[in-house]
């Protein structure tokens, strides 16, 4: 089992930035996938973008590419996502999850077994 805090959320104006950090524990060397999934009141749950935990290859929701990044630090366990030129309809819980296995493509809440409790965001206007 792998354990997922995720910290950094906060309130910013429109065009501002945000860097949301989650960190690992437990059963590390299982990971094969993090990836940072996004909440909006009365809305889905969505993917924003994954990371390959030992070759570092990362994936974004095609929307999202060019304002946010992900990346990683295998030495302090820890997955970052930077966003930038935030909008107001960024607002939301951003969550980090984990998985066993990386690919290249959108993930779907279902794809993970290991959830973080969740970091707010608002973006004002």
């Known amino acids: 089992q792998v354990q997922l805090v995720e910290s950094g959320g906060g309130l910013v104006q429109a065009g501002g930035s945000l860097s949301l950090s989650c960190v690992a524990s437990?059963?590390?060397?299982?990971?094969?996938?993090i990836a940072w999934f996004r909440q909006a009141p009365g809305k889905e749950r969505e993917f924003v973008a994954a990371i390959s935990w030992s070759g570092g290859s990362t994936y974004y929701e095609d929307s999202l590419k060019g304002r946010f990044t992900i990346s990683r630090d295998n030495t302090k366990n820890t997955v970052y996502l930077q966003m930038n030129s935030l909008k107001p309809e960024d607002t939301g819980v951003y969550y980090c999850a984990a998985d066993r296995t990386y690919y290249s493509g959108n993930y779907y809440p279902g794809d993970f077994g290991s959830w973080g409790q969740g970091t707010q965001v608002t973006v004002s206007s």
């Open positions: 437990g059963r590390t060397l299982s990971l094969g996938v």
